[in-house]
């Protein structure tokens, strides 16, 4: 079997360089480009054509030369041209092929080689097969979106000859829609127009539709035979590629749903540990998912300076550290300011809002106003098309991962360790606790350090999609906290399917209401759902409920 799939392969890869064009000498590519220097047009589009399908290295730049009106024929010697560009003030006169310097010619020496339409349209199609017979596959399929996106006729004979030939799947189907869209738009035969639409309504997509509208108008005053059934047909076509984008356009708005959700997941994930452990309001949570954010832009930073090559790796070491940082910010907050706060909620929420300001201009005085960029890597970068017209970033996808990897790895530590079961005591009943040996004071300094934590963790993915700025942290600061009431004071479960069920109604809702009017809808239902269920969808037993 394995030596059957070698045999394959090797017969694959023998097919795919049997339909590149074969490389010419120097002096075989100096012949033709001698051709363009004729002085008949048709001989000059010939030798374009010829040129183009040579493999020539340095075809394209010959022909954009030519377009531009930078190759001359030497006036002695009509079969000689040269390329003449202008550097730094003077006039580079060079072979187009070799490269060779003249220095001893001068620009009274050359005459211009002149085109009309034709040529231009030769040197357009011979550009648009340079690309088309790439050795990559990306410039193959950039090369087929052009020739989609131009409707250019001329291309139509190349791409067909090239289509019979392409081995890349991905590629032959660009080549089927672009070669469709010909077809379709400057076709006579009425059978190949009606196959092209079915082929366009295939592969659907907004720049199909675009096309089938545009085809749409020309067919409505068209009087060719079978113009009729064409237009009927591209009706149905385009009322299918409609459907197809609505459904894509729901899959899309769930997508960036759940991207809601998980950010909003990670912002209020330690807010939900914190509230429902301590009953502290805390305002200054906000500023722990800044400080995680200007974590990840210090690190980055210094990897920028001292290690570049390290620099694409950055984010992965700037998720431990902004949980150290942002937690000891936590630890450092709760034994400073909130442990003589215990039982007083509205004096928690007045001096943490205060402790946040203090924060934000602190990290003002450090970094500046102005936001700061934290680049994206590119392991992150980019989209993942699941199928023409519906793709998904990586950097959210990634974002979503993130914020499950956390959730569980938290229930773990809730679950498994000593720490989260004296966690659960001090939230069941602090008392009682307290009588166990729990020290309850070092319980809820830790606690705070890791909701603190938590959202130093989540300052790492926001950085990926929003400005690191001082207000970074204050934009989701309210949003959290009806994550965490909504879902149940201090239920992870809770979170998790409040963050998800607000990230995906908000993004719902915003096309028809717009972004302001969706949050201000969003709570009001909350408002609404509250009076039925002050304690949210999944109720948690214990002081803090109970008190």
């Not at 033709?32 to 589009?45: E, N």
């Not at 149905?236 to 991207?259: H, I, W």
């Not at 307290?434 to 790492?460: C, E, H, I, P, Y």
Request: glycine letters at 8%; one cysteine or more.
């Amino acid at each position: 079997m394995r030596t059957h799939t070698l045999i394959a392969s090797v017969l694959l890869c023998f097919l795919a360089i049997c339909t590149r064009p074969t490389p010419v000498s120097a002096d075989s590519a100096g012949e033709l480009v001698s051709g363009i220097a004729q002085k008949s047009f048709s001989k000059k589009a010939a030798a374009v054509e010829k040129l183009a399908s040579s493999g020539n290295e340095n075809a394209a730049l010959i022909l954009n030369a030519l377009m531009q009106g930078n190759l001359y024929r030497v006036k002695t010697d009509s079969t000689r041209v040269v390329l003449v560009l202008s550097e730094e003030g003077s006039l580079k006169i060079s072979d187009p092929v070799t490269g060779a310097e003249f220095p001893s010619l001068t620009k009274s020496d050359l005459k211009k080689i002149r085109i009309n339409n034709k040529v231009r349209s030769a040197i357009k199609a011979g550009l648009g097969r340079l690309d088309l017979t790439h050795i990559d596959p990306d410039r193959r399929l950039s090369a087929a979106a052009a020739v989609f996106k131009s409707g250019d006729p001329t291309m139509l004979p190349v791409l067909e000859e090239l289509l019979s030939k392409e081995q890349d799947e991905h590629v032959k189907s660009a080549f089927k829609i672009a070669v469709a869209s010909l077809q379709l738009i400057n076709g006579q035969d009425k059978k190949i127009r009606l196959k092209a639409v079915e082929t366009l309504q295939d592969a659907g997509g907004q720049e199909v539709k675009g096309l089938l509208s545009k085809a749409a108008l020309q067919l409505a005053t068209e009087k060719s035979e079978g113009s009729a059934e064409i237009a009927k047909a591209v009706e149905k076509a385009l009322a299918s590629v409609d459907r197809q984008l609505a459904t894509y356009g729901m899959v899309e708005n769930l997508f960036q749903g759940l991207s809601l959700g998980s950010v909003l997941l990670l912002a209020a994930i330690g807010l939900a540990i914190t509230f429902g452990v301590m009953g502290v309001i805390n305002m200054a949570h906000g500023e722990m998912v800044m400080i995680g954010a200007y974590t990840t832009y210090v690190i980055q930073e210094t990897c920028r300076l001292y290690m570049p090559g390290v620099l694409d790796y950055s984010l992965i070491v700037a998720i431990p550290l902004a949980f150290l940082v942002s937690g000891l910010f936590g630890i450092l907050l709760e034994r400073s300011v909130i442990r003589f706060l215990y039982g007083r909620p509205l004096e928690t929420l007045l001096a943490t809002w205060g402790i946040s300001l203090i924060l934000q201009q602190f990290v003002r005085t450090i970094f500046g106003p102005t936001n700061k960029e934290v680049s994206t890597p590119s392991w992150l970068s980019g989209a993942w098309e699941i199928t023409s017209g519906l793709s998904v970033t990586y950097n959210r996808l990634a974002i979503i991962v993130f914020a499950l990897l956390v959730l569980f790895f938290l229930m773990l530590v809730l679950k498994k360790t000593l720490f989260g079961l004296q966690m659960r005591a001090v939230t069941q009943n602090r008392m009682m606790a307290r009588s166990m040996g729990v020290r309850s004071a070092s319980v809820d300094a830790l606690t705070f350090g890791l909701g603190s934590g938590v959202a130093g963790m989540a300052g790492v993915a926001l950085s990926q999609i929003d400005n690191v700025s001082p207000n970074l942290g204050q934009a989701y600061i309210i949003d959290s906290f009806m994550v965490v009431v909504f879902g149940g004071v201090g239920n992870l479960w809770g979170t998790l399917v409040g963050a998800g069920s607000l990230g995906i109604v908000n993004k719902f809702l915003e096309p028809y209401s717009g972004a302001v009017l969706a949050k201000i809808l969003v709570l009001v239902a909350i408002i609404l759902f509250i009076q039925k269920r002050p304690r949210g969808l999944f109720a948690l037993k214990g002081r803090s409920v109970e008190g």
